[in-house]
């Protein structure tokens, strides 16, 4: 096949594109997307269709795939959630939305009735994926570190106890990085004597910080969790988002269809799916190590109390709940804002102490901010 060179214009338009990427991650301090790692060994397996179209675990007609290796990424995390052993089932999905989705659609065919409940502080994408999957729900009130409310959704779940419940947790919130705990909503439906009910939770983010963290709260399968969708982009990173979803492997039999066309089964969301983003999570996870990941988690910990220590000192109230390493304070003034990617939400704002976070980027964010409020 010829292929024409780019034009010195279009390169150009690639260059600066390229320069204005680079400035704008050096500001890139409010998103949990992590962009530190090298996958250039990769870039060979690019020149490829690949395509894992359909269910990992059953072979296809679409012979140009990573499969196999997508199937060791699911093992490994099957293995950090506590999955049960001779019943799990996962792929790897194109970010956190789409896991919360396939947790919830799973949900909504095992109990077509069922309620979902959720907190005030669920990511924004879920409230969407309520109304595509035509669920009834009903928001519960959140704390103020960001957890869910436990006696709202207690007596919530109370008033309609003729209802399966459908709960959708949180290991991890948005803005606070909070944990809804599990265990205890686990045991409010036993108290409760309901018959029938689904939890899943989502740990975008905490689900690759908390198992790495001795003493953490225990929220995935060992807390009876149903399903769990994890992000790949976040805390490993990678240049493509993508995620984990896990379930249990006879709630997903349920669902399952057979499809001639492509000679598998069509048990993910959606039919071709990214070959690549297996095996930056594969490269990623083979690299780092258990061990890898524990000191990474350590590090972002002392550097979030880096960076509340450097708020205080120009009198801000930063904070971070206990097992996160989002740091939350006071929105700053605009003019920060235009030149910082933070994110914020009403009087708020955080950062996240990623791997690839730099303390001097924490002194220059500090220094501006503290000049702005000087100005
Ligand atoms: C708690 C939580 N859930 C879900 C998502 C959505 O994940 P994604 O952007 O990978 O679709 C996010 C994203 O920040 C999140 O913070």
Redesign the pocket.
Known sequence: MSENTLSSQDRKHLDDLYEYIQEQYRFFVGY?CRGDLDYSELFRFMHYPINNVGDPFVPSTYRVHTRQIECEVVRWFARLTHAPEDNYWGYVTN???EG?MYGLFLARELLPEGMVYYSQDT?Y?VSKNLRVLKMQNIMIKSQANGEIDYEDLYETIRIHRDVPPIIFA?V???MTEAIDDIGRIRRMLEDLAIPNSYIHC?A??CGMTLPFIDGAPVYDFRAGIDSISI?G?KFIGSPV?C?MVLAKKRNVERIARSIEYVGTLDTTLTGSRNGITPLFLWYAIRKTGTEGFKRLVRECFELADYAIAKFREIGLDAWRNKYAMTVVFPKPPESVLAKWGIAVQGDIAHIIVLPNIKAGQIDELVADIHAAMTD
């Open positions: 949990p970010g956190g939305t919360n990511h994408s949180t991890g919130t948005t989502d975008a983010l992000s982009h988002p995620g």
